[in-house]
């Protein structure tokens, strides 16, 4: 079975403070998409990674594949309260075409 | 706007009936992706379709159906309705490239009562 493993699963800072939530699975992708979702709405895409080590930076938040292409980070500066949601990481499993799996979330809150 | 749109936004209705979710993909976009989300199971693949075909099957019932026509919209079919089945109900669509980005439409809510 091919799981996607986030953490934390809950996590509650204040505005202007850092933070890592990670993502972490025993498989190889051969992609993976971080996605924000806010409640009672659907997910919204915010990055893809492909190339394994690869960084990307968008704005305040900077998103990391591992060189192993099993895991990732997402690193938040500065966190507002407009960053508060579900992160969700979503991995294209290599050996399957279009299947993706999605970990269950890391719901973050900014408080003001 | 992701360009996804799914019909209706809300449905409520009683245990033991049926009800049909719709969704129409981003143009272009040739795999369609059904998912439930609950608050205590999180997002929970159902189906998947590309072109017309069905791709991958997740954790979908027996009393759930799902079909992908020819102009490629989509729709979930929920029939025996239980409690349970409450849920936010999500269609996704993808081009269906080797990067998989999925592109998540509002969803429906279900209510069953």
């Known amino acids: 079975t091919q799981l996607l493993e986030q953490s934390p699963q809950f996590l509650s800072i204040q505005e202007g403070e850092n933070l890592t939530v990670y993502c972490n699975s025993s498989?190889?992708?051969?992609?993976l998409q971080w996605y924000r979702q806010e409640p009672g709405e659907g997910p919204v895409l915010l990055v893809t990674?492909?190339?394994?080590?690869e960084v990307k930076k968008l704005k305040r938040l900077t998103f990391q594949f591992g060189d192993a292409r099993k895991d990732s980070s997402l690193h938040i500066t500065a966190a507002q309260p407009g960053d508060t949601g579900l992160y969700l990481c979503?991995?294209?499993?290599?050996?399957?075409?279009?299947?993706?799996?999605f970990g269950p979330g890391t719901s973050l809150s900014v408080i003001p | 706007d992701s360009g996804v749109t799914q019909t209706p936004k809300h449905l409520i209705t009683a245990t033991g009936q049926r009800v049909t979710l719709r969704c129409s993909p981003r143009?272009?976009?040739?795999?369609v992706y059904w998912y439930q989300q609950s608050l205590d199971q999180g997002l929970q693949f159902l189906i998947q379709?590309?072109?017309?075909?069905?791709?991958a099957k997740g954790n979908i019932l027996e009393r759930f159906s799902a079909q992908q026509f020819p102009d490629l919209h989509s729709e979930l079919n929920l029939s025996s309705l239980e409690l349970g089945d409450s849920a936010l109900y999500f269609c996704a669509s993808s081009v269906g490239s080797s990067y998989n980005e999925q592109f998540f439409g509002p969803g429906t809510r279900l209510t069953v009562l």
């Open positions: 990674v492909v190339t394994g080590g």
């Open positions: 379709y590309y072109n017309g075909e069905e791709r």
């Open positions: 979503a991995g294209a499993v290599e050996t399957s075409y279009d299947k993706v799996i």
């Open positions: 143009s272009g976009d040739l795999s």
């Open positions: 498989s190889v992708f051969s992609s």
